[in-house]
């Protein structure tokens, strides 16, 4: 690895906030307990034996070149690959002790505890407040309680200032970065263990990531979150682990600190030295 990357991920590090506990995965408690866990698409194994422990309230970055298995692996967690038909999975994935792929598991419960926030900003057609209502509603929470779920919701996601005089409006006409946060502020609003952020920040010009980056650093002590990034320099700022994949593989997985400094594998060495991906 070259100096000015060793630099320039030292200090990307320096610079984060600091999470209210240490990044010792001996410490971190895991929610999602991954071993030998494979998808197929028919015969062609995308995501293969992979094996991981992912903490509890902290950010796990997931990064590789394109093609890799990463949003695979990603949709796999809350079973979004259940709408691929000739998709299927091997191996076990458990989230607090319960199969995720159980014939048992009610997949509506699932997604409620597993939230998703896809590339780019997807709100429904509906005014601010129905988006977010939307979840609630669906789990038969009563009407009187959907007004403080709204509002801790867009707080949560930081978009409240922005959308407390306007939440009568639709969803679909601000900004690309406001609708990717109303897109968090609606996953936010179940109450989910887990969030999957699958490259949140990609369709967003520099000021809009900016604000999602801040926003995952808040919520990191709050929740479990996954993130599926290319920009290794987002995941230096935002994780406190990192998973490497390649080939559909986990070649690396530890804090984000040695992943980035002080790499294992020297496939994680050359991929984040830029000598492929």
């Known amino acids: ?21 240490t990044a010792d ?55 979004m690959t259940d709408l691929i038909p000739g998709c299927r999975t091997t191996g076990s994935l458990t989230l607090r002790g319960e199969d995720v792929y159980a014939n048992a598991m009610d997949v509506v419960w699932l997604r409620r505890r597993v939230g998703m926030v896809f590339q780019k900003p997807n709100p429904f057609p509906k005014s601010v407040y129905d988006n977010i209502a939307y979840g609630p509603r669906l789990h038969g929470k009563p009407r009187r309680d ?24 639709n969803a679909m006409s601000f900004s690309g970065g406001q609708q990717q946060r109303i897109c968090i502020a609606r996953a936010l609003a179940v109450a989910p263990d887990v969030l999957l952020l699958d490259e949140p ?31 290794m320099q987002q995941a230096v700022r935002v ?23 002080d790499p294992a594998e020297e496939r994680t060495l050359n991929y984040i030295s830029g000598r492929f991906g």
């Open 239 to 261: 994780s406190d682990r990192t998973a490497f994949f390649y080939e559909g593989r986990l070649v690396e997985y530890d804090t984000t600190e040695k992943v980035f400094t």
């Open 146 to 169: 959907l007004d403080e779920i709204v509002e801790r919701s867009l707080h949560e996601a930081g978009i409240w200032d922005e959308t407390k005089d306007r939440l009568r409006q």
């Open 25 to 79: 995965a001996a410490a971190d408690p895991s929610l999602l307990c991954v071993k030998d866990f494979s998808v197929w698409y028919g015969q062609f194994e995308a995501v293969k034996k992979i094996s991981l422990d992912l903490p509890e309230q902290r950010v796990t970055a997931i990064i590789g070149p394109s093609g890799c298995g990463k949003s695979t692996f990603l949709n796999s967690i809350n079973r």
């Open 201 to 231: 920040t990609s369709a967003l010009d520099p000021r809009s990531t900016a604000h999602v980056e801040e926003l995952i650093a808040q919520l990191r002590d709050q929740y479990t979150i996954v993130i599926v990034t290319h920009n």
């Open 1 to 21: 690895m070259t100096q000015t990357t060793t630099q320039s991920f030292a200090s990307a590090l320096d610079e984060r906030p600091a999470p209210a506990r």
